[in-house]
C-alpha cells in the first residue's frame, strides 16, 4: 500500500455522540475508508435510569460473547489496515491476540485511567502488550503504560467534534441560564462538594447522569436530566458561567468538556490544572480555580460583569476553533500508525 494511500479503518464504540463516533467522522474527513460498530446493542447504550443500569448489569455478562464474536466477524470480513477502539470496554484481551492477526494494526486510545479500578478491568490491563500501540490523553500515563507492556505509548488529548460542539444562535441560546453557573456532567464523589458550595451563593444548574445528594443538599433543586446536541450546545452556550470539573479518580489534567465549552462559546471556569493553564491564558481565554472558595468568588465576579465574560469566552472559542478538533486528533493517530506499518513491512 503507497504511503499515502486511504486506510481501511474499523472503529468500535457507541451512537452518534460517543468519542469513536468522533474519531471516525475525523478520520472520514481525513478521506480514510471508515467503517464503524455500534456498540450499544451489546454493551446496552448510556441510559443511566436504575432499570437501564440494572439491566446492563444482568445482561452484559451474557451478550460479551457475542459482541467479540460480532467484532471478530467484522474484522475478518473488512480486514482493516487499522481496528480503532476507544477505552476497550467488554474487549477480551483473547479477542485483540486474534485481531491482531487479521488488522495490520490495532490501536487503543485508553480516555480512563488504567490504574483506577472502577473503569479497567485486570483483563484491560492485560491485553496492553497486545495493542501496536495505547493512546492516552495523560502524560504521566505514557511510563505508567510502558512499564505495564505496552508496545508503544502516545499522549494525545482530547478533542471537540465540530459536527456535535459549536456556537448555537443567538435565539437558539438557552438564556434562562445567563445568571446561573452550569455544570454538565456525571456525578462523581469528588464534584458534590464544590457545587453544593457554590449553589449556596448562586443560582446553579446541574445536567447530567448518576446524580444522588443528600435530602439537605443546595443541590437537590439544582439537579436536571442528561442533555446531548442541540440542546447542550444551547446550556453551553447560554450559561453565565460554565464549570469544568475534572475526574480526580481518573487523575484527569483535561477532559473532554475543556475544549467543548469553548467551541460552543461558553464561557469556562475550570479547575486549574497544568494542562488547562497549557491551553489557555487564565483569565483571558478561560478562567480557573484551586479550591472552592476561589470558585464560589470567580463565579460571582464573573456572574456580575457580562462583559468581561463574553470577552473571555470569544478569545476561548477562538484558541479552540479549528486547531484542537478530532480531525487534528486523528490526523496524528494516522501519522503513528503509519510509522508503524512501514516499520513492519521494513523489517519483512
Avoid at 495493542?131 to 505495564?148: C, I, K, M, Q
Avoid at 456525578?187 to 458550595?197: F, G, I, Q, S, Y
Avoid at 460583569?305 to 486523528?330: I, M
Wanted: glycine letters at 6%.
Amino acid at each position: 500500500m503507497p504511503p499515502s494511500a486511504p486506510l481501511r479503518i474499523l472503529v468500535v464504540d457507541g451512537n452518534r455522540v460517543s468519542f469513536g463516533a468522533s474519531f471516525a467522522r475525523a478520520f472520514n474527513a481525513l478521506g480514510q475508508e471508515v467503517h464503524s460498530l455500534d456498540n450499544s446493542a451489546w454493551l446496552g447504550g448510556s441510559n443511566q435510569a436504575l432499570h437501564a443500569r440494572v439491566a446492563r448489569r444482568l445482561v452484559r455478562p451474557l451478550a460479551l460473547p457475542a459482541y467479540n464474536a460480532y467484532v471478530l466477524a467484522q474484522v475478518a470480513r473488512l480486514r482493516p489496515d487499522l481496528l480503532f477502539i476507544p477505552k476497550g470496554v467488554g474487549i477480551w484481551s483473547g479477542t485483540i491476540a486474534a485481531a491482531r492477526r487479521v488488522a495490520r494494526a490495532c490501536v487503543l486510545f485508553q480516555n480512563d485511567d488504567v490504574k483506577n479500578p472502577a473503569s479497567t478491568t485486570p483483563d484491560m490491563r492485560r491485553a496492553l502488550p497486545l495493542w501496536d500501540v495505547v493512546f492516552t490523553p495523560r502524560h504521566f500515563s505514557v511510563d505508567e503504560l510502558l512499564a505495564a507492556g505496552a508496545r508503544r505509548v502516545e499522549c494525545l488529548r482530547y478533542a471537540y467534534d465540530p459536527f456535535l460542539s459549536y456556537p448555537p444562535t443567538a435565539a437558539e441560546r438557552d438564556t434562562t441560564l445567563s445568571n446561573s453557573a452550569v455544570f454538565v456532567g456525571t456525578c462523581m464523589p469528588d464534584r458534590v462538594a464544590p457545587l453544593e458550595a457554590l449553589a449556596r451563593r448562586v443560582p446553579v444548574a446541574v445536567f447530567g447522569q448518576r446524580w444522588r445528594v443528600s435530602d439537605g443538599s443546595p443541590l437537590r433543586s439544582a439537579l436536571r436530566p442528561a442533555v446531548f446536541e442541540d440542546r447542550l450546545r444551547a446550556i453551553i452556550a447560554g450559561a453565565g458561567v460554565n464549570i469544568e470539573l475534572v475526574a480526580k479518580a481518573n487523575r484527569d489534567q483535561h477532559n473532554m468538556r475543556t475544549f467543548e465549552i469553548p467551541a460552543c462559546g461558553g464561557f469556562m471556569l475550570g479547575q486549574r490544572t497544568a494542562d488547562h493553564q497549557d491551553i489557555f491564558r487564565e483569565d483571558e481565554e478561560a478562567a480557573f480555580f484551586g479550591s472552592e472558595e476561589e470558585l464560589v468568588a470567580k463565579a460571582l465576579s464573573y456572574l456580575s460583569d457580562p462583559s468581561r465574560r463574553q470577552r473571555v469566552a470569544k478569545a476561548g472559542h477562538l484558541r479552540v476553533a479549528g486547531r484542537e478538533r478530532y480531525e487534528d486528533r486523528a490526523a496524528r493517530v494516522l501519522e503513528v500508525v503509519r510509522e508503524v506499518l512501514k516499520a513492519r513491512t521494513t523489517r519483512s
